[in-house]
């Protein structure tokens, strides 16, 4: 139902000018009309809180997953709320004035401005919220949403607007059945929490995917760390294991070398004095205390106590005269000259005593053994002595060069080669 409009007044349904100028009508002929503004304004106020927290949420929704979310959203609560606050300051000073204070121009224009404030605040979040990207989240679902949404808050504040101004412009408000408003934010709030319900349900779904590859990426770091942790750990008992036997073989090739290097001086010290006219038993027997299993010892033995004479001794103590005269191949007459046969043979005692002389010479004393050796008879006889001192030195040297090879072969270790 609608009241009966003034002569003066425009007809319902055609709206004046936010800029024309009216009269105020009686404060008695008020009372119904400014009800009903107070309605409208009531009512769209809460259309005004249910667009900003749908937007809200729009917008939360569409930036859940940006690094800076956090701060925008709660700049943007921050600002929404101080322009509710704001407009439910002002809706119960409204209240509070009286009647004829509620009507006039100004009032109506103010409370058309922060219609359009609120709907480009609205547009504003909804906009930004459309150009997030969203992850993990149905953007096609939550864009429709948020589609449907827009339109009916738009239709709705189309006609909270045309039943202000109608009210504002006819001087006395119409039967206003707040009815169809009630159903229409009822319904709205119904979106609203089907909505918030659709929001915390995908979003407890995003969690739970969250919590699930959290839990896999941490179980895979895990198994990747006891992998590497068991890794290393074999790295340091291979290498442990290392050092230990470098360590060992060290300490064996020390012991070697020490026992090599004594056994070396040793034979040394036997060598330079076996090689004279003197005894070299202790020098032996030093020898054998550091290498009893040494095989050249046993021929040296014999000879050690008592010395052999040198080369240098042998050579100059051939008995030449004496198995030249034995033989009987020369002859001296007056003591002044000697007969020898102008042809002997190679095996006469002439021509082997100078055979032996000759390789004594070129210090070949095998050779001259051998020579010695090949006399018979009375020069052989006057060899037996020299010939038994040189065979012992020849015993003397074989032993000490077995003894010198044996060494060598003792002293070589692996990637070392004895000078």
Do not use: C
């Amino acid at each position: 139902m609608q009241a009966d409009a003034p002569d003066n007044t425009i007809p319902p349904g055609e709206a004046e000018p936010i800029d024309a100028e009216f009269e105020p009508a009686k404060p008695e002929k008020r009372g119904g009309g400014a009800k009903a503004l107070a309605r409208v304004a009531g009512f769209v106020l809460a259309l005004a809180l249910a667009a900003g927290a749908g937007g809200m949420a729009g917008w939360y929704a569409a930036g859940l997953n940006r690094p800076d979310s956090g701060a925008q959203a709660g700049d943007e609560i921050t600002r929404l709320e101080s322009q509710i606050a704001g407009l439910e300051a002002r809706l119960n000073a409204a209240e509070d004035r009286p009647l004829t204070e509620m009507v006039p121009t100004e009032a109506l224009r103010t409370f058309d401005s922060d219609i359009r404030a609120l709907e480009q605040r609205l547009e504003t979040v909804e906009a930004r919220a459309a150009a997030e990207r969203v992850t993990g989240l149905d953007a096609s679902r939550v864009e429709a949403l948020l589609d449907e949404r827009d339109a009916a808050l738009r239709d709705e504040l189309d006609e909270v607007r045309a039943l202000a101004r109608s009210a504002a412009a006819g001087g006395g408000a119409p039967d206003f059945d707040p009815a169809p408003l009630q159903d229409a934010l009822d319904g709205m709030q119904t979106r609203l929490a089907a909505l918030e319900e659709s929001l915390n349900t995908e979003l407890s779904a995003l969690e739970q995917r969250q919590n699930d590859a959290s839990s896999q990426l941490s179980n895979e770091m895990r198994e990747t760390m006891d992998a590497r942790e068991q890794a290393l750990l074999d790295r340091i008992a291979a290498l442990e294991a290392r050092t230990e036997q470098a360590a060992a073989n060290t300490h064996g090739e020390t012991a070697a070398l020490e026992r090599s290097a004594a056994r070396i001086l040793a034979f040394t010290a036997l060598r330079e004095t076996a090689r004279t006219s003197e005894s070299f038993e202790a020098e032996r027997a030093a020898l054998a205390r550091l290498w009893p299993e040494a095989a050249g010892l046993s021929a040296l033995q014999p000879h050690a106590r008592r010395g052999v004479p040198s080369t240098d001794d042998l050579a100059e103590s051939f008995p030449a005269e004496a198995i030249m005269t034995a033989s009987g191949e020369t002859r001296r007459f007056l003591g002044l000259f000697e007969i020898r046969p102008a042809n002997s043979s190679p095996d006469s005692a002439l021509a082997l005593v100078g055979q032996a002389e000759s390789r004594l010479t070129r210090d070949d004393l095998a050779g001259a053994v051998d020579a010695a050796a090949r006399l018979d008879g009375a020069p052989a006889d006057a060899a037996a002595g020299w010939l038994a001192q040189a065979r012992a030195r020849l015993d003397i040297e074989t032993a000490l060069t077995t003894l010198r090879n044996d060494l060598s072969q003792d002293a070589a270790t692996p990637g070392r080669s004895t000078p």
